[in-house]
Every structure is written in structure tokens, then in C-alpha cells.
């Protein structure tokens, strides 16, 4: 089983849908829980982060971590063309200087 | 806002030669990464470097590899002898606790 995994894709949405994009994963240490917006040839940009299980919201973004199901949600709503890009999740467990553990990330597109 | 910069953005070398990439981290964060994405592939850890050392590396991490903060502001990685399968993108990150990697644009290596 990988360590995350995450459907790629690609995910095309007309505007103003509401995408849900997820992750499974199997490291329980997994403590850190992170979603990156990532466009063709760019470094990844932190979109939210989440600290063990619950909600956050910022905007039109929301990011949600269920630890007992290893499961995490990041939802867009309102989705704008300008949302198109490849999402990752990325996790990192307790402790200073733990790397991240990426997804393969999912290409979404939203259309006019 | 404060950014990661690489240097070159992309770079073009014969196979067995030796490459050093580029990274000025955000000057006030105190973890350094590297990081690595082939293409059509996920982000994949390299190493973390915090208090002048090597804090983790990875199992593609390998002797060929290393990483060096020569002065206060750079953080350079070398790539000895480089081989066709390392083409790929290579980024990176700097952090400040307890999360907030920022990550760079990038350096696309190309191996011929």
C-alpha cells in the first residue's frame, strides 16, 4: 500500500461547482496535513495546512482531516477558471525538520 | 512577500558531469530542503538540512548527492556525476515552525 495516495485526475468541473478533491494515506503518525496548489513548471504554493483531525476554512476553501478514516478532503467552492491547476496533499508527522510526503496530485481544470 | 529563489531555472548537462543548484531560503527560516519532481511523477523528498548538517536524508539521497550552506544566505545542492535519470525538477523549500515550508520555482535539470 503507498504511503498516500491520491487520485490524479484529471478532474474537469464547470464554474462555480463545487470540487472536492481527497486523500487516503496509512502512516498513522502522520500529525501534519497540508494541500499545495502546484501550476505547470511551478514549485508548489501552501494553500492550508490542518494539524490532526477537523475542519478549517479560509475563503472559498475548506480542508478536512478524519485521522480514524486516514482521509483527508479539501473542497473549493465557487470554483473559478483560475483554480485550475494540479492539487497535491502533503503530510508530515510530529516534530521539527520531518519532511513532507506528497500525493501524485489530481489536475483539475474549471471551465467557463 | 518573502520568497524561496533557485537559480538557473533550467539546466542542461552532459551525463557524468557535475551540477550545483542554487537556493536562497526565506533568511529568517531555519530548515532547508530539497526536494525533486520527475516528471509526471510526485514530489519526492531529497534531504533537510537545520543547524549546518544534514538532518535527514533519503534513500535517493546517495553519494552522488550533497548539500552545503556555504554562507549565511545560499544552500546548494551537487549532483557529482549526474545520470540520465536524474532529469527532473528540483525544488526548494525553507521552513519556520510549527509548518509553513515555502517552496521555490524550481530548477529544471535536463541530463543528455
Known amino acids: 500500500q503507498k504511503e498516500v495516495e491520491q487520485d490524479p485526475g484529471p478532474l474537469s468541473v464547470p464554474e462555480g461547482a463545487i470540487v472536492s478533491l481527497n486523500c487516503t494515506y496509512s502512516n498513522s503518525a502522520f500529525q501534519y496535513f497540508m494541500w499545495y496548489r502546484q501550476y505547470s513548471r511551478k514549485g508548489p504554493e501552501l494553500l492550508m495546512y490542518?494539524?490532526?483531525?477537523g475542519n478549517k476554512e479560509d475563503g472559498r476553501f475548506t480542508a478536512q482531516v478524519d485521522k480514524s478514516s486516514k482521509y483527508i478532503s479539501l473542497f473549493i467552492r465557487d470554483s473559478q477558471p483560475s483554480d485550475s491547476a494540479t492539487y497535491l496533499c502533503?503530510?508530515?508527522?510530529?516534530?521539527?525538520?520531518?519532511?513532507?510526503?506528497f500525493g501524485t496530485g489530481t489536475q483539475l481544470k474549471v471551465e467557463l | 512577500e518573502p520568497e524561496v529563489t533557485q537559480t538557473p531555472s533550467h539546466q542542461v548537462t552532459q551525463m557524468g558531469q557535475e551540477v550545483i543548484l542554487r537556493c536562497v531560503p526565506i533568511?529568517?527560516?531555519?530548515?532547508f530542503y530539497w526536494y525533486r519532481q520527475i516528471l509526471g511523477q510526485k514530489v519526492e523528498f531529497l534531504v533537510s538540512f537545520y543547524n549546518n548538517e544534514i538532518s535527514e536524508k533519503s534513500e535517493i539521497f546517495d553519494d552522488q548527492f550533497s548539500v552545503e550552506r556555504p554562507d549565511g544566505s545560499n544552500f546548494t545542492l551537487k549532483i557529482r556525476s549526474t545520470k540520465l535519470e536524474d532529469s527532473a525538477m528540483y525544488f526548494c523549500?525553507?521552513?519556520?515552525?510549527?509548518?509553513?515550508?515555502?517552496f521555490g520555482s524550481g530548477t529544471r535539470l535536463t541530463v543528455v
Open positions: 490542518t494539524y490532526s483531525s
Open positions: 502533503a503530510m508530515s508527522p510530529e516534530g521539527g525538520g520531518n519532511k513532507l510526503t
Open positions: 523549500a525553507s521552513r519556520e515552525l510549527p509548518i509553513g515550508y515555502t
Open positions: 533568511s529568517n527560516h531555519l530548515y
